[in-house]
């Protein structure tokens, strides 16, 4: 059997806190470098993960029931966000976006920096939307 490539639906969990909307997504088996996450100006959130490598035809795969990517997932946000002073995280295969609430959607386009095999983040503020720090 050979190992089959599907793009696959990514449950979230979509939350707010006073100054946050907050977006979390199961996406295991990745690496940083695999994620892109994009807010355009019409209030989406993309998120998409790349496929990691087959696996190699050292082995014989007996059954196939889930793979590391494709994954895709496109959302309408609730209220304007900031997209340049987002913060995301990847770690234990979850990737998780911090978007501060603004007046007006600012897009951008995200990538993870390496912090480890499995975990990678991007700092766009340090807690204080207003004072945004670029990355």
């Given amino acids: 059997m050979q190992e089959q490539v599907k793009q696959q639906h990514i449950p979230v969990k979509v939350y707010r806190t006073g100054e946050r909307l907050m977006v979390a997504a199961p996406m295991a088996g ?28 050292i082995f014989d795969l007996l059954l196939d029931e889930w793979s590391a990517g494709a994954y895709h997932r496109e959302l309408a946000l609730p209220i304007p966000v900031d997209g340049e002073c987002a913060n995301v995280t990847y770690g234990n295969g ?17 990538t993870l920096k390496r912090l480890a095999a499995t975990h990678g983040e991007r700092r766009g503020n340090a807690g204080h939307p207003p004072a945004c720090l670029h990355s």
């Fill in 94 to 110: 979850v990737l998780t976006v911090a978007l501060p609430i603004s007046t007006q959607t600012r897009p951008a386009r995200l």
């Fill in 30 to 57: 990745l690496e940083p470098e695999n994620f892109l996450v994009e807010l355009t100006g019409d209030d989406r959130l993309i998120l998409h993960g790349n496929l990691r490598a087959m696996l190699k035809e």
